[in-house]
């Protein structure tokens, strides 16, 4: 049987957990995760995983920071005042916005503080500065 390797399409079922064994992320058979790997489409860990699987093999892998989503930045995270968020918006903590860097490029920030008159915005990826463990199955190999 052939194993996964740089270039294949593959198609895989997982869950995601972080280490307290909180679920944060996971597919079903109906909708299975395609991606060819070495296209950087997922996260490095996780493609790495995939490498030299064979289809039907099912692993848990434990995933760090580095190779997932990152280490926690806290220069990401800034305190402006409430005035800069868009007349429209009804801010909460825990919502998510668009924003752009200076070079107009689009971004995600998460509210995680509020007053009356600032908010903390923080750039961060939810999944930032955590290690995440993933039981994965091979389904596919294109």
């Keep these: 049987m052939s194993k996964a390797k740089q270039g294949d399409t593959v198609k895989v079922m997982y869950t995601g957990k972080?280490?307290?064994?909180?679920v944060f992320d996971k597919n079903?058979?109906?909708?299975?995760?395609?991606f060819t790997i070495g296209q950087?489409?997922?996260?490095?860990?996780?493609e790495q995983a995939i490498v030299d699987m064979e289809v039907g093999e099912k692993k848990n892998v434990k995933i760090g920071s580095?190779?997932?989503?990152?280490?926690y930045n806290k220069e990401a995270v800034i305190e402006t005042s409430r005035?800069?968020?868009p007349e429209?918006?009804?801010?909460?903590?825990g919502q998510r916005l668009q924003?752009?860097?200076?070079g107009g490029n689009p971004f995600v920030v998460t509210i995680t503080q509020l007053t009356d008159n600032s908010?903390?915005?923080d750039g961060n990826h939810p999944l930032a500065g955590k290690d995440l463990d993933f039981e994965i199955a091979l389904k596919e190999i294109a």
């Design 18 to 22: 972080l280490e307290d064994g909180t």
């Design 119 to 121: 908010v903390t915005l």
């Design 88 to 93: 429209n918006i009804d801010p909460k903590v």
């Design 66 to 71: 580095d190779n997932a989503y990152g280490p």
């Design 99 to 102: 924003a752009q860097d200076k």
């Design 40 to 46: 950087n489409k997922v996260i490095p860990g996780f």
């Design 28 to 34: 079903s058979e109906e909708n299975l995760l395609e």
């Design 83 to 85: 005035s800069v968020l």
